[in-house]
């Protein structure tokens, strides 16, 4: 393990984590605000900060973030011991918005790559924290997926965006070579003339779940299925007051037959029951209530 050292920005200081700094700290994990998307929940008592400081300094590079002007500590930068290598960072909520994280994070992530000699760092993020996911694209940070997490406080489980940076990547940019555009994913449009009731179709009768929606009524939604988080079906589904009727093609595994009998017991229309085709799979064809054509897909 190689130990944190002081590090420099032009407007801060990351200095090795110390107890020293607890009582700053707790201020930070302190702050409910600041604490908002936090695995877990805002410190109670300083004791609380010493013992995570104490269990810290036994593992990877921790640095408490002060300003250069007057020492204060304002936030906290470290290396996760995770199988890939990982940051992570918090900062005093009256601190947001003026530069101070992306400032402190670069400076971590180039100690990784320079001195640690890292290939790669991630950033896990929760999908609501939009200032985190704008700091990590700032510095360079590409979103790579996302999987589900549950944390103990919170009521439900929530999706958590993983954003990566590659040593390449990261010399790239400091060289000033420009990054190639990446496609990771695309998602279908589905445009209807009432979003609530496409809404609960694909919620009550097809089992979809709804992972976000805008608008009282519902103007615009986003609808999944599926287990793992990088072999999920996405579906935008949006408001038109011209609305067109089309296809969707989606691949599974097996259980074809199932999938046909849950949606048959359930009044869904059939538009053609489960059959092999000629390129070795088994397929089925439902109607939703807008007349768009939802083909199944798996293996025979």
């Given at each position: 393990?190689?130990p944190?050292?002081p590090?420099a920005?032009?407007?801060?200081r990351?200095?090795p984590l110390?107890?020293s700094h607890?009582?700053?700290l707790f201020?930070?994990?302190?702050d409910?605000?600041?604490?908002r998307?936090?695995?877990h929940?805002?410190?109670q008592?300083?004791?609380?900060?010493l013992q995570m400081?104490?269990n810290?300094?036994?593992?990877?590079?921790?640095w408490?973030?002060?300003?250069?002007?007057?020492?204060?500590?304002i936030?906290m930068?470290?290396?996760?011991d995770a199988a890939?290598?990982g940051?992570?960072y918090?900062f005093?909520?009256?601190?947001?918005?003026?530069?101070?994280?992306?400032?402190?994070?670069?400076?971590?992530?180039?100690?990784?790559?320079?001195?640690?000699?890292?290939?790669?760092i991630?950033?896990?993020i929760h999908?609501?924290?939009?200032?985190s996911q704008?700091?990590?694209s700032?510095?360079?940070?590409?979103?790579?997926g996302?999987?589900?997490?549950?944390y103990?406080?919170?009521?439900a489980p929530?999706?958590?965006?993983?954003?990566?940076?590659?040593?390449?990547e990261?010399?790239n940019?400091?060289?000033?070579?420009?990054r190639?555009?990446?496609?990771y994913?695309?998602a279908p449009?589905?445009?209807?003339?009432?979003?609530a009731?496409?809404?609960?179709?694909?919620?009550e009768m097809?089992?979809?779940?709804?992972d976000?929606?805008?608008?009282?009524?519902?103007?615009?939604a986003i609808?999944?299925?599926?287990?793992?988080t990088t072999?999920r079906a996405?579906?935008?589904?949006?408001?038109?007051d011209?609305?067109v009727v089309g296809?969707?093609?989606?691949r599974m595994?097996?259980?074809?037959d199932?999938?046909?009998e849950?949606?048959?017991q359930?009044?869904?229309?059939?538009?053609?029951?489960?059959?092999?085709?000629?390129?070795?799979?088994?397929e089925?064809?439902?109607?939703?209530?807008?007349?768009?054509k939802l083909?199944?897909s798996?293996s025979?």
């Open positions: 393990m190689l944190a050292v590090l920005t032009s407007r801060l990351l200095q110390e107890h607890a009582h700053d201020q930070v994990y302190s409910s605000q600041a604490m998307w936090w695995h929940l805002p410190h008592s300083l004791d609380e900060t400081i104490a810290w300094k036994q593992s990877e590079p921790a408490a973030v002060t300003l250069k002007e007057n020492e204060r500590v936030g930068v470290r290396y996760l890939v290598p940051l992570g918090i005093r909520s009256d601190y947001w918005r003026q530069g101070y994280g992306s400032e402190a994070v670069a400076a971590a992530a180039a100690f990784g790559f320079t001195s640690m000699k890292l290939n790669r991630e950033l896990w999908s609501e924290n939009i200032g704008k700091l990590a700032k510095i360079g940070f590409r979103q790579r996302q999987f589900y997490q549950h103990g406080h919170f009521s929530h999706e958590t965006l993983v954003f990566g940076l590659r040593a390449d990261w010399m940019s400091v060289l000033n070579v420009p190639e555009a990446v496609i994913g695309a449009t589905v445009e209807v003339a009432d979003v009731m496409t809404l609960a179709f694909y919620r097809l089992g979809f779940q709804v976000y929606q805008e608008g009282y009524p519902p103007n615009f609808v999944s299925r599926g287990e793992w072999e996405y579906i935008h589904i949006a408001q038109s011209t609305p296809s969707l093609y989606f595994g097996a259980a074809v199932e999938l046909f849950e949606f048959r359930r009044g869904v229309v059939i538009e053609a029951s489960p059959q092999q085709t000629w390129y070795g799979t088994r089925f064809t439902i109607l939703d209530p807008n007349g768009w083909r199944f798996g025979a």
